[in-house]
């Protein structure tokens, strides 16, 4: 079996962004195959301790695809302050005898860095046109855990597990290796704290992650982080804002000061993406959306929302909300350039990540989460048939199976995108809903 298959049938998908597979980023070739080692969100760890523990399987993992997609380059971009993992990932690729195809680029300690995009500037000063992918500039990227995963992928083994970081205002901040499926309250059950009542949980990292409306769900392979805060947090009280709340406060209130146009990081990389204009539009309640279709070309980095607004407005939910107009109508961005250059005020628009963790209120709380081992006990996990983009996968077992970790549960709809699913447990399968499969943990022979 190929590699590309190999990689499908082990559910493989991408482990720190909206999850799309793996293996369909393997249908065409590139020139290079980038490793997004960045980690840019705030306080969460997973990236950089597991290139640090696993620095064999990460490196083979991405040559691996490298060689797969013909690419003539392999490089992993890490931010320079990890001194420690790249001495590391050097010294591994040279005992590999992979020194002339895995190069290690050391990125700037800037937000966001591991925008996909950015990433791809900063390793090879290519800029993806808008609305595009990196492919269209001859380079495929995946991420540390992802390449970990093909690595597991090539032996055969499925993905059931999800590394996680638990940080925030928290006695104990750990990174942990959890099975997918089990319930997020016995995750943050970990951090040492008892009574939650006074806590939100914002699931992901503070820039892009959401605040939970409960911590009744349950871990995906996606699931990077869970940051805990006292719910009187200004991050907290930011993100629970509703649309509906923003948009009256920022119709309200924008003085088009272009701040958030400025530092806007596809702004930056020549992209037609202007929030500013979009606030304008939402101002003067201008009703043909047709003209705001750069909202579209918003990655969602919440740059502009916390930290660029001068007096805390929220350009990133008026984009949302005109990126779900848009879409309601079928209305798709057209760029009209092929080619674009960075703007020249770029390098002196970065923005510091000790500056913008300091800004939202987070320097407190910027510490260390280290791998902790825990074994994790609960009754039943929830397997979700979608954890991915695209369709949901579909059940290949019956209530009242016996099902054993590794083992095949739902499969990839027919002619669809999509992921395999897997059970993380030994087990029996409880119940199958459209959502999820629910298996009863137990060992048996």
Same mark, same amino acid.
Do not use: W
């Given at each position: 079996m190929d590699l590309r298959n190999l990689i499908k049938d082990a559910g493989v998908i991408g482990a720190g962004g909206?999850?799309?597979?793996?293996?369909?980023?393997?249908?065409?070739?590139?020139?290079?195959?980038?490793?997004?080692?960045?980690?840019?969100?705030p306080l969460l760890r997973v990236d950089q301790q597991l290139m640090e523990l696993f620095p064999d399987e990460i490196i083979r993992g991405l040559s691996a695809v490298g060689k797969y997609i013909e690419a003539r380059k392999a490089i992993i971009g890490i931010k320079g302050k990890h001194k420690k993992v790249i001495a590391i990932l050097r010294k591994r690729i040279a005992a590999l005898g992979l020194s002339n195809y895995v190069e290690v680029m050391e990125l700037r300690d800037v937000y966001p860095a591991g925008d996909e995009q950015v990433l791809v500037y900063e390793l090879t000063k290519r800029i993806v046109p808008e609305a595009s992918i990196p492919l269209k500039v001859g380079c495929?990227?995946?991420?540390?855990?992802?390449?970990?995963?093909?690595?597991?992928?090539?032996?055969?083994?499925p993905v059931t597990n999800t590394y996680i970081t638990i940080a925030g205002d928290i006695p104990r901040r750990m990174t942990v290796k959890v099975p997918v499926g089990v319930p997020v309250r016995d995750v943050i059950r970990q951090c040492g704290v008892e009574n939650f009542d006074?806590?939100?949980?914002?699931?992901?990292?503070?820039?892009?992650?959401?605040?939970?409306?409960?911590?009744?769900?349950?871990?995906t392979k996606k699931s990077k982080g869970y940051v805990l805060l006292k719910k009187d947090h200004f991050l907290i009280r930011k993100k629970s804002m509703s649309i509906a709340q923003a948009r009256v406060i920022s119709r309200a209130a924008c003085g088009q000061c272009r701040m958030?146009?400025?530092?806007?990081?596809?702004?930056? @990389?020549?992209?037609? #993406?202007?929030?500013?204009? =979009?606030?304008?539009?939402?101002?003067?309640n201008l009703g043909d959306v047709k003209e705001q279709q750069i909202a579209q070309l918003c990655c969602e980095c919440n740059i502009c929302e916390l930290f660029s607004c001068p007096v805390n407005l929220h350009p990133r939910s008026v984009n949302v909300l005109f990126k779900q107009k848009l879409a309601e109508q079928g209305i798709k961005y057209q760029p009209a350039e092929i080619e674009f250059k960075a703007r020249s005020a770029r390098e002196y628009r970065l923005i510091p990540s000790k500056r913008l963790i300091a800004k939202i209120g987070l320097s407190a709380f910027d510490k260390p989460a280290p791998m902790t081992e825990v074994e994790f006990r609960s009754e039943t996990v929830h397997i979700a @048939?979608?954890?991915? #983009?695209?369709?949901?996968? =579909?059940p290949v077992v019956t209530v009242g199976e016996q099902v054993k970790a590794g083992q095949l549960i739902g499969k990839i709809p027919d002619n669809s995108l999509g992921a395999a699913?897997?059970?993380?447990?030994?087990?029996?399968?409880?119940?199958?809903?459209?959502?999820?499969?629910?298996?009863?943990?137990?060992?048996?022979?």
């Open positions: 909206a999850g799309f597979p793996t293996h369909a980023k393997l249908t065409s070739k590139a020139e290079y195959v980038l490793l997004n080692g960045a980690e840019c969100e495929v990227v995946i991420n540390s855990e992802t390449a970990l995963n093909i690595f597991h992928a090539m032996a055969g083994n006074n806590y939100a949980v914002i699931d992901g990292g503070p820039m892009m992650g959401s605040v939970r409306n409960n911590v009744d769900g349950y871990v958030c146009t400025d530092l806007c990081p596809r702004y930056l @990389l020549g992209h037609n #993406i202007q929030p500013h204009k =979009v606030m304008r539009a939402l101002s003067y @048939l979608q954890q991915h #983009i695209g369709a949901p996968a =579909v699913v897997h059970s993380s447990v030994n087990g029996t399968v409880k119940e199958i809903t459209d959502n999820f499969i629910v298996i009863k943990v137990g060992s048996y022979e």
